[in-house]
């Protein structure tokens, strides 16, 4: 089925580790992002990618890196993993042309826990 | 970017319209107004888009004034499984935020 794959679903981190969560996307969508979502809050806007090779910073930038070497994914790395990125994280991918964003999709998300 | 403000909550009964208002004041000339449905473990869904005047697709109605300073998302005889947090975003292109939502209970 078309649409946008996270794996994976569940991660359980020690303080200090390194992950890669991963996002993938069969939809030829140029604009990807990544959001992280705390209990009882909103979706905030880590990075996000209007193609291969372009990458900037969102809202929540600091302690992740991205890179996007194809169209199709878009791995969001944890550098050091810290009780403050315990969250749940969502990939997202979209169709923007003329200036008109045609609606992301998002993934089913990534349940994260650092202890 | 758009801020947008809307009510953190509201309870509705299966069957009723529901109207969720949201303002966007900053709302810039290019910017789209987006509404997006998430439920819990899941990701947001679209709903509908639309610039200005009133946009009508199978799961709902938004309607846009001229001023374009506001929006009303109208959800049609809602039913218990339309209980989920309602989103309005602001922007163009991929400049999108996320506020916290409208969660809306749908009782029976």
């Known amino acids: 089925n078309a649409g946008v794959t996270q794996t994976p679903k569940f991660q359980v981190l020690k303080t200090g580790q390194s992950m890669t969560l991963q996002c993938a996307q069969d939809?030829?969508?140029?604009?990807m992002s990544w959001y992280r979502q705390d209990p009882g809050m909103g979706l905030r806007l880590i990075h996000y990618?209007?193609?291969?090779?372009?990458?900037d910073q969102g809202e929540v930038p600091n302690g992740y890196n991205v890179s996007r070497s194809t169209t199709e994914d878009f791995p969001l790395r944890l550098l050091s993993a810290a009780p403050s990125q315990t969250s749940v994280y969502f990939c997202?991918?979209?169709?923007?042309?003329?200036?008109?964003?045609?609606?992301?999709?998002f993934g089913s998300g990534t349940r994260l826990t650092v202890v | 970017l758009a801020k947008t403000t809307q009510p953190i909550s509201m309870d509705s009964y299966e069957g009723q319209e529901v109207n969720i208002t949201c303002s966007h004041n900053?709302?810039?000339?290019?910017?789209?107004i987006t509404w997006y449905q998430q439920f819990p473990s899941q990701g947001p869904r679209f709903i509908i888009q639309?610039?200005?005047t009133k946009v009508t697709n199978e799961v709902a109605s938004l309607f846009i004034p001229a001023d374009r300073k506001s929006s009303t998302l109208s959800l049609p005889r809602v039913s218990l499984s339309d209980t989920a947090v309602y989103y309005c975003?602001?922007?163009?292109?991929?400049?999108?935020?996320f506020g916290k939502g409208t969660r809306l209970l749908v009782k029976p």
């Open positions: 990618s209007v193609g291969a090779g372009i990458t």
């Open positions: 639309g610039y200005k």
């Open positions: 900053n709302i810039a000339t290019n910017d789209y």
């Open positions: 997202a991918s979209s169709y923007v042309a003329g200036g008109e964003n045609y609606g992301y999709t």
């Open positions: 939809m030829n969508h140029e604009y």
């Open positions: 975003l602001g922007g163009q292109g991929f400049s999108f935020i």
